[in-house]
């Protein structure tokens, strides 16, 4: 026989069945499609701080200028 020439026998289509039936049943189905809302997930970058907005213009107005 050529080197290059494979012999399949009926085994061999038996089991190429049952592996494909394997296959279908694992991958037959596409997965269910993701939203573009649930790949997307927003938190702030930093915490809010307190601190930063405690400065009143007006308060300091009415303290100094006044």
Known sequence: ???GTTVRTHED??????AAAVRQARFGRLPEPVRPQDMVE???ATDPDPARDAYNPDE???RYCL
């Open 13 to 18: 289509h038996e089991t190429g069945d049952a």
């Open 60 to 62: 300091w107005l009415v």
């Open 1 to 3: 026989m050529d080197q």
């Open 42 to 44: 927003e938190r702030p």
